[in-house]
T-cell receptor, first 114, second 109 residues
Framework: DGGITQSPKYLFRKEGQNVTLSCEQN?????MYWYRQDPGQGLRLIYYSQIVNDFQKGDIAEGYSVSREKKESFPLTVTSAQKNPTAFYLC?????????????FGQGTRLTVV | LAKTTQPISMDSYEGQEVNITCSHN???????ITWYQQFPSQGPRFIIQ???TKVTNEVASLFIPADRKSSTLSLPRVSLSDTAVYYCLVRGNFNKFYFGSGTKLNVKP
């Protein structure tokens, strides 16, 4: 059963802590993405990766880090440098084809700073 | 990067046809136009994509005029379950997907 899985669904972080959000896909997609969504807002691109061992910053990369050691995995670390990390985080994957604009999203991780 | 502009919100009633228009004046020659649907606390879901003229699938139709500076998503006979946010995207360079603020569609009984 192919898809993209994010975990955990809910995550609580104390001030000053780093936390890592998991994203795994078994769709054999080359490209993976991380987005942040604040209440009532659209999605903002944090990082994206087109191939293993390579990734690029999106519009709001400050305070976040990623790795892409395996094709199927693209974890996101929210560091203590991110001043306002409370948000809904979405991971997505897609093929590397300009004519195919379908991205598949996970169910999201809701991060709350306590 | 082609920026998209769409209405913030729309209201409709069950059984009506809904048309949501998106403006993308700076669309590049090779860009495709894509629409996504998002329910609260879920990831967006692909609805339809097109390059020019008209595209139809089992869920919606997409109308794109010859100049491609706008597009219209048409949802036939909406139901309460179609209440969601709809995003219009023009795929940017390096396969990045840029989402704007979307159009919040509220379907009333």
């Amino acid at each position: 059963d192919g898809g993209i899985t994010q975990s955990p669904k809910y995550l609580f972080r104390k001030e000053g802590q780093n936390v890592t959000l998991s994203c795994e896909q078994n769709l054999n997609h080359d490209a993976m993405y991380w987005y942040r969504q604040d209440p009532g807002q659209g999605l903002r691109l944090i990082y994206y990766s087109q191939i293993v061992n390579d990734f690029q910053k999106g519009d709001i990369a400050e305070g976040y880090s990623v790795s892409r050691e395996k094709k199927e995995s693209f974890p996101l670390t929210v560091t203590s440098a991110q001043k306002n990390p409370t948000a809904f985080y979405l991971c997505a994957s897609s093929v590397q084809d300009r004519a195919n604009t379908e991205a598949f999203f996970g169910q999201g991780t809701r991060l709350t700073v306590v | 990067l082609a920026k998209t502009t769409q209405p913030i919100s729309m209201d409709s009633y069950e059984g009506q046809e809904v048309n949501i228009t998106c403006s993308h004046n700076n669309i590049a020659t090779n860009d495709y136009i894509t629409w996504y649907q998002q329910f609260p606390s879920q990831g967006p879901r692909f609805i339809i994509q097109g390059y020019k003229t008209k595209v139809t699938n089992e869920v919606a139709s997409l109308f794109i005029p010859a100049d491609r500076k706008s597009s219209t998503l048409s949802l036939p006979r909406v139901s309460l379950s179609d209440t969601a946010v709809y995003y219009c995207l023009v795929r940017g360079n390096f396969n990045k997907f840029y989402f704007g603020s979307g159009t919040k569609l509220n379907v009333k009984p």
